[in-house]
C-alpha cells in the first residue's frame, strides 16, 4: 500500500498538539516526494518534522526526523548538508545511548563521504 493516503490521513485526525504523529507524517510525505524528485516540498516538509521534534524530549525521534532530512537532503544532491543533518541526527542517538543507530548513522555519512569504514571483526 502506498504510504501517501496513510500519511494524509494521520494528518488529517492528528490533534494539533500530538508531536509524534505531527512529525511522523510530515518525515512520510517529505520522503515520498524526495523520492519523486520534488526536493523542494520534500525539504520544507523534512525540516518541519526536525523543528516539531526539537520541542520534544524524544532523543531518538529528533535523530529520525534529522535522518530523514539528511536523505532528503542526499535525494537533492546536497551531500555536505545531508552530513551535517546526519552528525546531527549521531549525536542525539549516541546522547540516548542508541549506539545501534549511531553507528548506522556514522556509516552512512562515511559513505556519502565516499569513505569505506573499516570492517571489524568480531
Do not use: F
Amino acid at each position: 500500500m502506498d504510504a501517501v493516503p496513510l500519511a494524509k490521513l494521520s494528518r488529517e485526525l492528528a490533534d494539533e498538539q500530538d508531536m509524534l504523529t505531527q512529525m511522523l507524517w510530515r518525515q512520510v510525505e517529505a520522503l515520498v516526494h524526495a523520492g519523486r524528485g520534488e526536493h523542494a516540498p520534500a525539504e520544507e516538509l523534512a525540516r518541519e518534522a526536525a523543528a516539531i521534534s526539537e520541542r520534544t524530549d524524544g532523543l531518538n525521534w529528533q535523530g529520525d526526523a534529522l535522518c530523514d532530512l539528511a536523505e532528503v537532503l542526499s535525494a537533492a544532491e546536497r551531500t555536505d548538508e545531508a552530513v551535517t543533518s546526519l552528525g546531527r541526527a549521531a549525536d542525539r542517538y549516541e546522547r540516548k545511548k542508541n549506539l545501534a543507530m549511531a553507528a548506522q548513522v556514522r556509516a552512512r555519512i562515511a559513505e556519502l563521504r565516499g569513505e569505506t569504514l573499516p570492517i571489524r571483526e568480531q
